[in-house]
């Protein structure tokens, strides 16, 4: 028997609070009006994003900047595979984004991950600056204006979901449920990935890389693994943001996305793989308020960061009152008699 | 002379513009790039909000000009400015994030850069402005003849010129400049040596952002002044560190000015390509993003950059 992980809920009530959260996104459309529904598929789209970072963050000790290129790429295949008035199956168009989005984090992948530490945050800046100048200066994705798309079919075994037939309170409801599903598989896949052997390699790598390759682990394919399955699963947040809005521009792109995923991440706990997903409802939930109060979206924005990294080292869940999910620094979890002292992933070799 | 002859004329006439404009750009990037390098090479610190210190100086260069009408007192003022906000911000943030952790690095200067947009919205609202080029260098300077090129242009790259031969005099021959050597190499050579490391990362970080609000005040009548300005800059300076190599002056220098030439000249003769069959048409697609590419293959090569040390 090997180790807890040290991402996942270390006890069982660390995991009923869990389940009981997505059991509460599960009926809270049925207490919340319309309103709120849509933000919280906005908030559910956001911990998509910084749950499929996660990976990479907290997972393998790799700080991308560029994650939100895989995100926009998946919303404009999106966008190319439905555009508008010619709306195309939900089973056709998110395997496709979902795929594209991975062929390009391995391509990507394979050549930032040659380098390290201040070269990777770089390099993933300007690739993802690359896909993003690609849809700002050409024509292909309508330009700097972007472009509306039709938004996927709810559709399966020739049954489709028409959402106008649904009473107006309840339109939001089928995208809300997708959403949900979608950021469950999502959580569910990254605790079977965590506790695989990929798991337990990428935090062999993420404590110490040159160690892992001595003992004959070819980490940099482990490393491109991981950075592939991230790239595809922020390619499933791209998709439910182009089925909710149903529009993409290429700010969607830009490396302020991947920095706001990075935010959630920080902002919830880089500690806990539960962490991203309350650190972007509480930063979108913190941010809707403050919009009624100030118009300056951007101060609250930074104050909120400032107050993260300054302040709350451990994000939400490293909280000292969740005693159930354990923080990154403190050591609290019983798994570390066999890694040695928790340092910083970016140790030379 | 035929017509022939003449529209040859006007195109080597574009050709050595565009060389001139490459050369401009890419020595405004070195202003901007060597600050980042060093920062990063002595202190271990990564700066996103460098780009916003350039938006900055094309601000300050925007609102003084308005206030004085001339850029004259801009330079002087950015240049003592810049030195002090360096100062004072390395003072109050980034000496407590020099050991922290690379996301935390990001989040407090992803941060400082949304702050510096707000406060830049705040003042000078989010409209485009221009600044007028300084009317003593508002002329053409004729370079052969029938070709002129703006003198306020062959300013900025003497003033570009001469400021980067400051840096290398101050990193080659001076103590200082040896201390910060000796930092970027092996930062704990300078705590066994007993040197002032404190000192020496306070001095860095000043003149960096005092070489970034330079460059901004510089390039604020070329490109005028807008929301994001530096974002773009930042991403290209990246760039340039990437391909030059981390911490070194040097590396920074050339890069730049390959960075800016290619750029320009991807810029301006790429798209002509388009039309000219299936692989002209790529590389009218690709003129665009020609530094991007660059960066690849470089790092594909020698994935530490042309200057940087092989660890």
Request: aromatic share 8%; glycine share 24%.
């Given at each position: 028997m090997i180790g807890r992980v040290r991402l996942l809920p270390q006890t069982g009530a660390g995991w009923a609070l869990v389940w009981l959260g997505f059991a509460a996104l599960a009926a809270l459309p049925f207490f919340a009006t319309p309103f709120y529904v849509g933000l919280i598929t906005t908030a559910m789209t956001a911990a998509m994003l910084a749950l499929s970072l996660q990976l990479l963050v907290?997972?393998?000790g790799l700080v991308s900047l560029g994650h939100g290129a895989f995100y926009g790429l998946a919303a404009y295949i999106v966008y190319f595979l439905s555009p508008e008035g010619a709306a195309k199956p939900i089973w056709l168009t998110l395997p496709a984004a979902m795929c594209g989005s991975a062929l390009a984090a391995l391509v990507i992948g394979a050549i930032s991950l040659r380098t390290k530490g201040f070269f990777f945050l770089m390099v993933t800046l300007a690739f993802g600056q690359l896909v993003y100048s690609v849809f700002h200066d050409t024509?292909?994705?309508?330009?700097?204006?972007g472009a509306y798309l039709a938004k996927p079919l709810l559709s399966a075994f020739g049954f489709t979901l028409e959402t106008?037939?649904?009473p107006r309170s309840k339109r939001a409801w089928p995208v809300y449920y997708v959403a949900l599903v979608q950021l469950v598989l999502m959580f569910g896949l990254l605790t079977w990935i965590l506790r695989s052997m990929l798991g337990r390699v990428l935090e062999g790598v993420r404590v110490n890389d040159g160690r892992m390759r001595a003992l004959g682990f070819n980490t940099f394919a482990y490393k491109l693994a991981a950075f592939t399955i991230a790239g595809a699963l922020a390619g499933a947040a791209g998709h439910m943001w182009a089925m909710q809005s149903g529009f993409v521009n290429p700010e969607l792109v830009g490396w302020h996305r991947s920095a706001e995923a990075l935010l959630h991440i920080l902002l919830g706990g880089?500690?806990?793989?539960?962490g991203p997903i309350v650190g972007a409802f509480a930063f979108i939930f913190l941010n809707d308020v403050a919009q009624q109060v100030t118009e300056r979206k951007l101060l609250v924005e930074g104050a909120v960061i400032l107050a993260a990294v300054l302040l709350?080292?451990?994000?939400i869940t490293g909280l000292?009152?969740?005693?159930?999910?354990?923080s990154a620094k403190e050591g609290t979890a019983p798994d570390h008699d066999l890694a040695p002292p928790q340092k910083e992933a970016h140790v030379d070799d | 002379m035929g017509p022939g002859h003449k529209a040859r004329d006007s195109k080597s006439k574009q050709m050595v513009a565009q060389l001139l404009n490459g050369l401009q750009y890419g020595l405004l990037l070195f202003l901007v790039a060597s600050g980042l390098t060093l920062v990063f090479g002595v202190m271990g610190i990564i700066n996103l909000a460098h780009g916003s210190l350039f938006m900055i100086g094309a601000y300050a260069a925007f609102l003084l000009t308005k206030m004085?009408?001339?850029?004259?007192?801009?330079l002087p003022a950015g240049l003592l400015g810049g030195l002090a906000l360096g100062a004072a911000l390395e003072w109050s943030l980034f000496r407590h994030f020099a050991k922290r952790e690379h996301l935390d690095q990001v989040m407090l200067t992803f941060a400082l850069i949304l702050l510096a947009e707000e406060l830049r919205a705040l003042v000078a609202g989010n409209d485009f402005h221009s600044v007028p080029v300084p009317a003593l260098l508002d002329f053409p300077v004729p370079v052969t003849s029938g070709f002129a090129y703006s003198a306020y242009r062959f300013a900025v790259i003497g003033l570009c010129l001469l400021l980067a031969l400051a840096m290398f005099l101050w990193i080659e021959r001076t103590r200082m400049g040896a201390k910060i050597r000796a930092a970027a190499e092996n930062p704990e050579v300078v705590d066994i040596l007993g040197l002032d490391a404190r000192r020496i990362h306070l001095v860095v970080f000043a003149v960096g952002t005092a070489l970034a609000v330079v460059a901004g005040i510089l390039a604020a009548p070329l490109t005028s002044v807008y929301p994001g300005m530096g974002d773009g800059l930042l991403i290209i300076s990246f760039v340039v560190v990437v391909i030059g190599g981390l911490g070194s002056i040097a590396g920074a220098f050339w890069s730049a000015l390959l960075i800016g030439l290619v750029d320009t000249l991807g810029k301006a003769?790429?798209?002509?390509?388009?039309?000219?069959?299936p692989l002209g048409t790529l590389v009218a697609a690709g003129s665009g993003s020609s530094v991007y590419i660059l960066m690849i293959i470089v790092l594909l090569w020698r994935p530490t950059g042309l200057f940087g040390q092989r660890t």
């Open positions: 907290g997972g393998v024509k292909l994705g309508g330009g700097t204006d106008t037939s649904l880089i500690g806990t793989l539960a709350m080292r451990n994000g000292r009152w969740l005693p159930n999910l354990p | 004085t009408g001339t850029l004259w007192l801009a003769y790429g798209p002509a390509f388009q039309g000219t069959g």
